[in-house]
């Protein structure tokens, strides 16, 4: 089951940084928080991964809280091709299976 | 890198048939590889992971003699529907992770199944 809640829909202006939280507050201590987005009708991509310290790659930052509870994903500079669905997933620790959540919808809006 | 095809990418069969779908790592070695359905409007549901050269673990719910599922090499694994039926029709997701890349898992493009 996933372990991750994230609101459903978010709108973000097309220039502007994208902030999509994510509320994971049953982490356990070993189990990292990853993102993907899924553009309609294809597989999901990869964007980037955390376990306790912020990261940053080409795409976008992550920013995890102290305590771990939530994380946010921040596209720096939205543009119309970063509409898509994007999942905050906990990667379960045994196994390493991934269990999506229902994902927040971002549309960036010209 | 790290690139997953699937073929075929749309298939549409009869009811009580069988469809096979191919999910291939192209440029790593994937010691292990997941199945997932997408219904429409609903986000990814887990159904199975496979590691090579054993047999595929089922998530609770999923039937194992419906759903085959065979991981004979690094590089390739199968789903096969048996006995298609109608509301066997979703688009169906493989993902596969490395022997030397961290845990993060890489999709293919999906292959949409529609059953008549």
């Known amino acids: 089951d996933a372990k991750t809640t994230q609101p459903p829909s978010m709108d973000c202006a097309e220039g502007r940084a994208a902030n999509l939280p994510c509320n994971h507050s049953?982490?356990?201590?070993?189990?990292?928080v990853y993102w993907y987005r899924q553009i309609h009708s294809q597989g999901p991509q990869y964007i980037i991964h955390?376990?306790?310290n912020n990261e940053t790659n080409e795409m976008a930052s992550l920013i995890i809280t102290e305590d771990r509870k939530s994380s946010t994903l921040i596209l720096p500079h939205a543009t119309l091709r970063d509409t898509a669905v994007y999942y905050c997933?906990?990667?379960?620790?045994?196994?390493?299976?991934?269990?999506f959540g229902t994902g927040t919808s971002l549309t960036v809006i010209p | 890198g790290a690139v997953v095809s699937q073929h075929p990418s749309r298939v549409i069969c009869k009811s009580g048939t069988s469809v096979k779908i191919e999910c291939r790592s192209l440029?790593?070695?994937?010691?292990?590889m997941f199945w997932y359905r997408q219904f429409p409007k609903q986000s990814l549901m887990l159904m199975a992971t496979?590691?090579?050269?054993?047999?595929?673990?089922?998530e609770q719910g999923v039937e194992k003699d419906k759903f085959l599922i065979n991981h004979a090499s690094l590089t390739l694994s199968t789903l096969t529907v048996t006995s298609a039926h109608p509301e066997d029709s979703s688009f169906y997701i493989c993902?596969?992770?490395?022997?030397?890349?961290?845990?993060?898992?890489?999709f293919g493009p999906g292959t949409r199944l529609t059953v008549t």
């Open positions: 993902s596969a992770r490395g022997t030397v890349q961290g845990y993060e898992q890489y």
């Open positions: 496979s590691n090579e050269g054993s047999k595929a673990t089922y």
């Open positions: 997933i906990v990667r379960v620790d045994t196994g390493n299976q991934f269990y």
């Open positions: 955390g376990l306790k």
């Open positions: 049953t982490i356990s201590g070993n189990e990292y």
């Open positions: 440029d790593f070695q994937a010691t292990t």
